[in-house]
């Protein structure tokens, strides 16, 4: 008996210990040193990996060169650290592990916008971490082939690029017709074939965990529908994971068709947020249209959009534009070029993310209860559809 009694108890302990490492280890633990950081400056924890406009989850003051994180993932998730505001910074792939980081940090500054710059940086503690680092150690083999070619097609693209600022026709014809700009065209489509290749099979490697999926969504900037086949060659369990689910949400998109317009956070160049429901007021169709900046084919509709609204405007429709540039200094003189004549916002964040904006140019029709009746037009499909009902 005495025997049965000792033998429960030591379960009993047993069970405790477990129970309260498993306390311990439901959630992650950051603590770093990034040394030469002021005292005060601010570090985001900022999720990464997906093609959404992600915001931090966390923040940490910087004291003595020391911060701290803490939180709880499902599941493995890659994430950022930077300093709130700038650019730069490390990735990491966190699990619910104790995990420090280390680096020598400055901020640094180029072409007038500052990163974190990190030396000598040094992630322990975290297993998952160091699997994701082997796993897209293919990226350096492909920076390096993709340095060698433009290195080698430096001097012919050179020349085009300046016969092109010359406006000289004649100049670009000839220099694209060359040994040398056919030799670099040859090695540029190479190196992409390369690309999908290397890419394809890591995925294809990894089908069968949440990994084929983070991979996919690491290998492309954007989805496509001829992606579709890809990601039905994942399993089950990488199609159901999270990064799996955000590779779905993109190719399969349920739309907003016959809904309430989404999230509409924006903000005019007069420092005005913008309201959806007076923007809509007094009109019986608003077509809403995202672009940037740095989007040529979306500046190189606005000229018929004018025509469409100055044709189209007496007559019920309005146009209201929502920029997504990160800069506000970007989108302003874009705005301030082009003379938009209907409302202008950037988005201040929410938006683009909340509309499911994956390319641009985007646009969306509205009726005059700001319903959604079309989405994901062209500008032949818009004309046609408000002829039918204008």
């Not at 302990?13 to 633990?29: E, F, K, M, P, R």
């Not at 005060?40 to 990464?48: S, W």
């Not at 890591?202 to 496509?224: E, Q």
């Not at 016959?258 to 429901?277: I, T, Y």
Request: a positive charge; glycine letters at 6%.
């Amino acid at each position: 008996m005495k025997s049965i009694k000792m033998g429960a108890t030591l379960v009993l302990l047993l069970l405790s210990i477990l129970t309260n490492a498993a306390v311990l280890q439901q959630g992650y633990h950051i603590s770093g040193i990034f040394t030469g950081l002021q005292d005060g400056t601010v570090l985001e924890l900022i999720p990464a990996g997906t093609h959404d406009d992600e915001k931090a989850v966390a923040n940490a003051v910087v004291k003595a060169g020391k911060f701290s994180f803490k939180g709880a993932v499902e599941g493995p998730r890659l994430f950022r650290i930077s300093v709130k505001g700038n650019f730069g910074g490390c990735q990491l792939m966190v699990n619910n592990t104790n995990i420090s980081v280390t680096a020598k940090a400055a901020l640094v500054e180029q072409n007038g916008a500052k990163f974190l710059d990190l030396k000598g940086l040094k992630i322990t503690g975290s297993p998952v971490h160091e699997e994701y680092l082997k796993k897209v150690v293919y990226r350096e083999m492909l920076n390096r082939d993709y340095e060698a070619y433009h290195k080698s097609g430096e001097d012919i693209v050179n020349q085009i690029s300046a016969a092109k600022n010359a406006k000289d026709s004649v100049k670009v014809s000839e220099l694209m017709k060359s040994p040398a700009y056919l030799q670099f065209a040859a090695e540029e489509k190479a190196f992409f074939d390369k690309v999908a290749k290397t890419s394809t099979d890591l995925i294809t490697a990894n089908k069968d965990s949440w990994w084929g999926a983070f991979l996919m969504l690491n290998a492309y900037s954007y989805f496509t529908p001829e992606q579709k086949p890809l990601f039905e060659s994942l399993s089950a369990t990488a199609k159901n994971s999270y990064y799996g689910r955000k590779i779905k949400d993109e190719l399969f998109p349920k739309g907003f068709l016959n809904q309430k317009a989404p999230v509409f956070e924006a903000v005019s160049s007069a420092k005005k947020d913008a309201a959806l429901g007076q923007l809509i007021k007094g009109h019986k169709y608003t077509l809403v249209d995202f672009w940037a900046s740095w989007c040529a084919p979306c500046r190189k509709s606005i000229p018929a959009l004018k025509a469409l609204y100055e044709e189209m405007n007496s007559k019920g429709l309005q146009i209201v534009s929502i920029s997504i540039d990160k800069k506000e200094s970007d989108w302003l003189k874009a705005e301030q070029e082009e003379n938009l004549k209907w409302p202008s916002f950037l988005d201040k964040g929410a938006t683009a993310a909340a509309w499911k904006i994956r390319a641009i140019p985007a646009m969306f029709l509205l009726d005059e209860k700001g319903v959604v009746v079309a989405e994901n037009l062209n500008l032949e499909q818009l004309k046609a559809k408000l002829k039918e009902n204008i």
